[in-house]
């Protein structure tokens, strides 16, 4: 089955400091890779997306991405947390041949908590 | 960049009665629609994928006539919850896209059944 999972079901980091949130995938042929992030009671924002190229992907509000295939994974990163980086992250994935429809398959979600 | 909004952002009803919930593209043609349930704490599972005057395609276990959704326009996707109960009290979320690879989310709207 494919599937997307997110070891941590919560992530804490000193501000200022390095963070991480991984994500490792198990789907069929080359997928493409997303991260978003969701703010309490809100929807999802796009945040970087892998489709093709260069491994190490930049996105929105410093945050980037390495896709690694040999390990099926692509975990998040910025070299510096913000207190307003805290909010609830979300790997996806859209397997190969989802077709015109783009169907996603998300992980189950990160919780950031970056502390002063 | 593309932008998405759901209509109401906040609802509650009573049980038995039915809830339109509206998803617009406001700056974009959504060619394909999608509609998630969201409960707290946890991930978006997606429910129905809807492409523009065509029938939605619902995922395994979801009721499509209890969840009726409509695509009528590019622009515009409806969901309606028929007879809800509180079971059905949720997050649901809309996403839209143009063709382009990333999905672009609605606000979503709170739903909560009395």
């Known amino acids: 089955a494919q599937s997307v999972a997110q070891p941590e079901d919560q992530v804490n980091v000193a501000e200022g400091n390095p963070l991480t949130v991984k994500c490792t995938y198990s789907?069929?042929?080359?997928?493409?890779l997303f991260w978003y992030v969701q703010y309490p009671n809100r929807g999802l924002q796009f945040l970087l997306k892998y489709i093709t190229g260069d491994n190490l992907v930049k996105g929105s509000y410093g945050f980037e991405a390495e896709f690694n295939k040999s390990q099926t994974s692509f975990h998040l990163k910025k070299p510096s947390a913000l207190v307003s980086d805290s909010a609830l992250y979300f790997c996806?994935?859209?397997?190969?041949?989802?077709?015109?429809?783009?169907?996603?398959?998300f992980g189950q979600g990160t919780t950031l908590q970056v502390k002063p | 960049g593309a932008v998405v909004s759901q209509h109401p952002s906040r609802v509650i009803c009573k049980s038995g009665t039915s809830v339109k919930i509206e998803c617009r593209s406001l700056?974009?043609?959504?060619?394909?629609m999608f509609w998630y349930r969201q409960f707290p704490k946890q991930s978006l599972m997606l429910m129905a994928t809807?492409?523009?005057?065509?029938?939605?395609?619902?995922e395994q276990g979801v009721e499509k006539d209890k969840f009726l959704i409509n695509h009528a326009s590019l622009t515009l996707s409806t969901l309606t919850v028929t007879s809800a109960h509180p079971e059905d009290s949720s997050f649901y979320i809309c996403s839209a896209r143009s063709g382009a690879h990333e999905q672009f989310f609605g606000p979503g709207t709170r739903l909560t059944v009395l």
């Open positions: 789907v069929s042929g080359n997928p493409y």
């Open positions: 996806a994935v859209r397997p190969h041949g989802s077709g015109n429809t783009g169907k996603l398959i």
């Open positions: 809807s492409n523009e005057g065509s029938k939605a395609t619902y």
């Open positions: 700056d974009f043609q959504a060619t394909t």
